[in-house]
């Protein structure tokens, strides 16, 4: 018997491999398909063909979903078609409609294309189509979610008797490329599947998620693309009426972008409205160490892959930290295939000056060295930092990270941090282990460092599995341990132990265990806690409990949360959070409510209300934005105030362009 065994696992072992690292042959097409979402064979029969699909984890084609793909291309961009099959095609989903929306709930296919052929994923494109045409772009390195800076791709679609099916063009003149000549591409498609909870690609990267594994698109001819250097500028005013001033004022600026190269992008703003954005909400932790809120503003979001160092537990670039500015610029992208860049520079005349500088080399996927430089000056203080990381495949399956941080502060002199990880990816199971030492006075006021003046080891592992068949449709664990000193006297400085699970059913609920035990020098924290999530596998419609009990700082500590989230299909979008916290005698709570209607895809009536004790706040606003064009909007309130404020702004953008001169 163990013959026929092996060969049976030789043969899966073949067919695994068999739909890692595809290829395509590139297909120049004299006359291209109509991109309207009907997939007709006369229109694709010149095109590349492929086909099988496979879960990342099993590498088989579930049954029943078969994929094909079609590619080709002119000089004007690349074409694309995906038709996928379904058992049950009455059960496919497609609730939005609109663009750059969240298609997480929906039946999706992507394309994903790096013009580059690296094996880095900054360099990589995703272009996303739901069965209903809703679309999203996610574009290398970052960029804002501004029609006018994204431009113009179209992607169609349509559900059919046997599936549904799509159609893609992106033209070349919206990506970062490399210079004229025959290329090798890399790419890859996705089909993702909520209901079976089923993520599909067309070449697998295996459960370890290897770049190297992608596919090639081979001999695709770039021409030279003659293009006039257009500065994108979007001017606006704002109109505000306030309870503490007597007459209104009117705050105006200017927004611009410009594509220098093919590969390489400029940014500016003057006089930029950050009071109108609406910025995360941090929910109440008491956490021993700071958090930081995500990043919201255009100006910093587009391009933000080009800025990004330091590694987990220090980013030395935290944008969050600049508050308003009076004007900035940047320019971020690639200057070979192999090499990027990005600077900034953020001015508020006579407070502040930052600046950033990062250049990243990547050699294939096995290595990449990335440096950096932060610069701070105030009105009392200087502060430089700089940082270097390294990531070197050793053998796959084993990875070393290393990392360098210095900086150089007026008021604390110098402080140092020193890191130095390996980690074992194979299947399922990722393990791992370092050192580290962050000096208590290493500080990049740019940055985020929230754990300072220790030295010490850490241990993690990880462990995920998914399930075609059965209840269950995915299983996670995972585990970490760390040890560390303070760096001046020794002692202790934290032992911490955290362990959890989670387990999503299909077409059920989602659950997840945490336990954690923190022990610092003077006090111990020790949680469990319990989420329950309901449906696993919706995004915009489910609802959420978690219980945490425990000690914070020797007293008894106990939160409770809960929240929903749910999208009506006649436009009708909310969303609602509930956290209670108890810590010893004191009680603290903070709800979040939002509510948005959309009039139609590009117009909307929305309000967000924050309850923090007995601090509440409320805003509501209408949206007139999204399409190419004018794009108006009337804010009530304050986003981001403490309270309600009583406050009226109508704002305007009118966008138009600046021809500069020309490239190749």
């Known amino acids: 018997m163990r013959l026929p065994i092996v060969a049976v696992t030789a043969l899966l072992a073949v067919a695994a491999f068999s739909q890692r690292s595809r290829e395509l042959p590139a297909v120049r097409l004299d006359t291209p398909p109509v991109v309207d979402g009907v997939v007709q064979e006369q229109e694709w029969a010149a095109a590349a063909r492929s086909e099988g699909f496979v879960d990342r984890f099993t590498e088989t084609v579930p049954a029943g979903f078969n994929t094909l793909v079609y590619a080709a291309y002119t000089d004007e961009g690349a074409y694309f078609a995906i038709v996928a099959f379904d058992p049950d095609p009455s059960q496919i989903r497609a609730t939005e409609y609109r663009r750059e929306a969240n298609l997480g709930a929906d039946d999706r296919l992507s394309v994903i294309l790096n013009p580059f052929g690296t094996l880095v994923d900054e360099d990589e494109n995703r272009f996303t189509v739901n069965p209903r045409g809703a679309t999203r772009a996610e574009f290398a390195g970052g960029r804002a979610a501004k029609r006018e800076w994204q431009g113009e791709w179209t992607a169609k679609a349509r559900i059919t008797d046997t599936g549904w099916e799509a159609e893609f063009f992106i033209p070349w003149h919206i990506l970062r490329l490399p210079g004229a000549g025959t290329r090798t591409m890399t790419i890859n498609f996705a089909r993702s599947i909520p209901r079976a909870q089923l993520d599909l690609q067309w070449s697998s990267l295996g459960p370890e998620r290897r770049d190297e594994y992608i596919g090639r698109w081979v001999g695709v001819e770039l021409p030279a693309i003659a293009q006039p250097i257009v500065l994108q500028l979007l001017p606006f005013s704002i109109f505000k009426a306030e309870e503490d001033r007597n007459r209104p004022s009117i705050h105006a600026g200017v927004d611009g972008r410009v594509q220098l190269t093919s590969s390489l992008t400029g940014l500016l703003t003057v006089n930029p409205d950050f009071e109108n954005i609406e910025q995360s909400v941090v929910g109440i932790d008491f956490s021993q160490f700071e958090r930081l809120g995500d990043e919201t503003r255009p100006f910093f979001t587009e391009g933000e892959e080009f800025f990004r160092f330091g590694g987990r537990s220090v980013r030395m670039f935290a944008p969050q930290r600049i508050g308003q500015i009076d004007a900035g610029i940047k320019t971020f992208g690639k200057v070979t295939s192999d090499l990027s860049a990005g600077a900034l520079i953020v001015e508020r005349f006579g407070k502040q000056t930052g600046a950033v500088l990062q250049m990243q080399q990547s050699w294939g996927s096995t290595s990449e060295l990335t440096v950096g430089y932060v610069f701070d000056q105030t009105e009392t203080l200087d502060n430089h930092a700089v940082g270097l990381d390294g990531r070197y495949r050793l053998a796959q399956p084993w990875t070393i990270n290393t990392r360098f941080g210095m900086t150089d502060d007026s008021d604390l002199g110098a402080g ?249």
């Open 416 to 664: 140092y941090r020193y890191d130095a990880s390996l980690s074992y990816n194979s299947g399922p199971i990722t393990l791992g282990g370092g050192w580290q030492r962050i000096d208590a006075n290493f500080l990049p006021r740019l940055g985020f460092a929230p754990r300072r003046g220790f030295e010490g080891a850490e241990f993690f592992g990880f462990y995920r599995r998914e399930y075609q068949t059965g209840s269950i449709a995915r299983f996670e664990g995972n585990a970490f341990v760390n040890s560390r000193d303070d760096v001046e006297t020794g002692r202790l400085y934290e032992r911490s132990v955290s362990a959890g699970g989670k387990v999503s059913f299909r077409q059920g609920p989602e659950i997840e265990l945490r336990h954690n035990n923190n022990t610092f020098s003077d006090l111990a924290d020790l949680r469990t806690s319990v989420q329950v999530r309901y449906p696993s596998d919706d995004p915009i419609r489910n609802f959420s409990a978690e219980y945490v009990l425990g000690q914070v700082g020797g007293e008894q500590y106990r939160e409770i949360r809960g929240s929903v989230r749910w999208r009506f299909e006649w436009g009708l979008s909310v969303a609602g959070s509930l956290q209670f916290v108890k810590l010893g005698a004191d009680d603290d709570s903070q709800h979040v409510f939002n509510i948005t209607y959309e009039l139609s895809e590009f117009q909307s009536i929305s309000a967000r209300a924050i309850i923090r004790d007995n601090d509440v706040n409320w805003y509501a606003a209408y949206r007139l934005s999204g399409d190419f064009g004018p794009e108006y909007f009337v804010i009530v309130g304050d986003p981001n105030s403490r309270t309600f404020t009583e406050r009226l702004a109508f704002k305007v953008i009118l966008p138009f362009d600046l021809v500069l001169g020309s490239r190749s």
